[in-house]
């Protein structure tokens, strides 16, 4: 995962498909693209690049309560999933 794009990990969604994060404590949003699998730690839905993390306020955190709609993606229609959501660790 790119560390400077507007990225994110998710376990099983298409590569390519777009999803808008918002960050539950503050309501800040960033719409990233999935690119990578992951996160593999119970209880995470979704791994953000450290680009996406700052948008959203979650970077000094780590982790955050986060909310995930899916916005763009050719097979599925509109989601909203609830989760704890993790930044890039490896950026």
């Known amino acids: 995962m790119n560390a ?13 498909t777009r999803v808008l994060v918002t ?3 503050n309501g800040k949003s960033v719409v990233v693209r ?3 699998r992951g996160p593999f730690i119970r209880g995470r839905v ?4 450290k680009a996406a993390a700052k948008d959203i306020g979650m970077v000094s955190s780590g982790t955050a309560q986060v909310c ?3 916005v763009a993606d050719t097979r599925a229609s509109s989601q ?4 704890k959501g993790i930044k890039d660790v490896d950026g």
């Open 4 to 16: 400077a794009k507007l990225t994110a990990a998710h376990r099983s969604l298409p590569f390519g």
């Open 34 to 36: 999935i690119n990578d």
């Open 68 to 70: 995930y709609q899916i």
């Open 23 to 25: 960050n539950k404590r």
């Open 80 to 83: 909203k999933i609830s989760g």
């Open 46 to 49: 979704i791994d953000v690049s």
